[in-house]
């Protein structure tokens, strides 16, 4: 049973009483008809199956959509893996071609005299020069009509500075000026003379970084074990020396940007496309099944407005009283709505999947956000019809009926967690790397409310100045008891307390409302046979309204 007929069953006969009164003499076979029709509305399907005899075709098409949705998302899921794979991996390889005595467990890679600067520059150029004699990988120098991309070296500097810390005196420009030089691969560059051959010269009390930029291009093989065609990938490459804060320390970082493309000329031997077909029919049926279901549910979102209409007409005309809002509301079901909004994603995500796997497009994030949004939907969405057992569907209910206090509670509990952040970040920040920026120290206050992060924010400050110690004491000692304590609790009290109210009502009963109490008088059952007299002309549409 359904929600609203489960309130109806529950609510005692003298709450029927409580509907409005006519004023006006009106067609008891009108009023029978519309009481029919909309206890017809708020049936479960099993009941609209006895009423009319048709077959819940939109619960099963929900059951089928999840099957295929789910298997398309995973088959997806596993091309995605390999793309994620293959550019970690490519990452990794590009710190060991070029930072010099690079480990895989340096957090802070960095150099720290001048000499080491040009070092590590001679030697991201040297291995540059020589990556097809280096690489093990498939990687290859990016070329454009017949010529290969040059490396830049690109330096920012302070247009003017004089600095004099013995003297305690600066003279400073803070304008950014930008200098660059290209270097070919073509040139015939001596390993010893690289860098009076280059002639880059470096004002270290000027620098603020160098950038080092390279363009590498790679093509993704794995996948041909896996029957979908490769991809090819642009690699720009930005290699940094961080000198902005003029520390005596210039960390070097590593960092790529990657272009997915459609490769020019391919050739698989002994290849057949009959995978790939079965792919896109396969994609095909999961857009067809998203249409229908998008179609049916429009229609049942479209017949309960009109149903809405015709109700609040029936009312004002014969009782002179407006239909509140949530009345109103419940002829809206909101879980079409969200079905509707997850076939909309469905539909979108496998169009745009279609187009990767035929190499039209290459657009994989766009996919896969399009694709695991509208799975989740697809999922929770079957709760619609969990609704209808009311003991599975205890959950929803008590989330429903708390969501606005916990609104206001979180409101509230917000607002002194954002205190104590900005506290954190100003006061803790420099002195604890936790702390160190706003997003960080919001991070690790949530983590301490889980338990974590508690001990090691003690002992990293335990060194630290006695004041700040002290503080950071104070800090975290009123934290922990009034989230952790006292704030979870009430949280919990909340829903608790709903859960509790929830399930007295279902053991009760709960006042019914007009619209309930309407519909209740109506004492047809549904396999009386009185609701096929009400049924819509044949065709899509009867067929259609037989899905709901």
Known sequence: MSDEESLVCNGSKSELANH???????????????????????????????????????????????????????????SNEMMVTFKEENLVAFKHLFLKNYQNSDQDYAVYTKHEVHDHIQYIIRRYLNLRNLTVGNHALEMIDGIVTPLSVCQKLYRHADISPSNETFDIDP?????CINVYPISSYENDGLASNMNLTLDFQRLLAVNIILKIKAINLQTVRQLELPDCYDFDINIMFDNHAHSGQIPISLNTDVQIKVCKNWNVSGSTYSHFLLIIVFDCVVVCACLFSLIL?????????????????????????????????????????????????????????????SKELTSYDECSILLGTSTMLVWIGV????????????????????LPNVIRFSFCAVMIYLSYCFCGWIVLGPHHENFRTFNMAADCLFSMINGDEIYATFTKLRDKNYLVWVFSGIYVYTFIPLFTYMVLS???????????????????????????????????????????????????CCFCAGCS
Not at 175 to 179: K, L
Not at 493 to 513: F, M, N, P
Request: glycine share 4%; net charge positive; hydrophobic share 40%.
């Open 383 to 402: 709760m619609r019809y969990l609704s209808f057992f009311q003991k599975y569907y205890i959950l929803i209910l008590t989330l429903r009926a708390a």
């Open 490 to 540: 009430l949280f919990i009290a909340l829903i608790t307390d709903t859960y509790e109210t929830i399930k007295h009502y279902q053991r009760d009963g709960v006042a019914l409302s007009e619209l309930q109490a309407f519909i209740s008088e109506c004492k047809d059952p549904p396999d009386s046979g009185k609701y096929m007299m009400d049924e819509e002309p044949s065709g899509i």
């Open 297 to 357: 549910c429009t229609r049942s979102v479209c017949t309960g407005i009109s149903l809405q209409f015709e109700y609040t007409t029936y009312v004002s005309s014969q009782h002179s009283k407006e239909v509140s809002w949530s009345e109103r509301m419940e002829f809206i079901n909101g879980w079409y709505i969200l079905i509707i909004i997850s076939d909309t994603l469905t539909i979108a995500g496998s169009v745009l999947k279609i187009c990767i796997q």
């Open 175 to 179: 304008h950014v000026d930008t200098e």
């Open 20 to 78: 409005r009164t006519p004023k006006t003499d009106v067609d008891p076979v009108f009023v029978e008809n519309l009481r029919r029709k909309l206890k017809y509305f708020f049936m479960s399907p099993c009941q609209k199956y006895r009423a009319r005899g048709r077959k819940p075709w939109k619960l099963m098409l929900q059951i089928l959509k999840i099957a295929i949705i789910t298997v398309q998302l995973v088959s997806f899921g596993l």
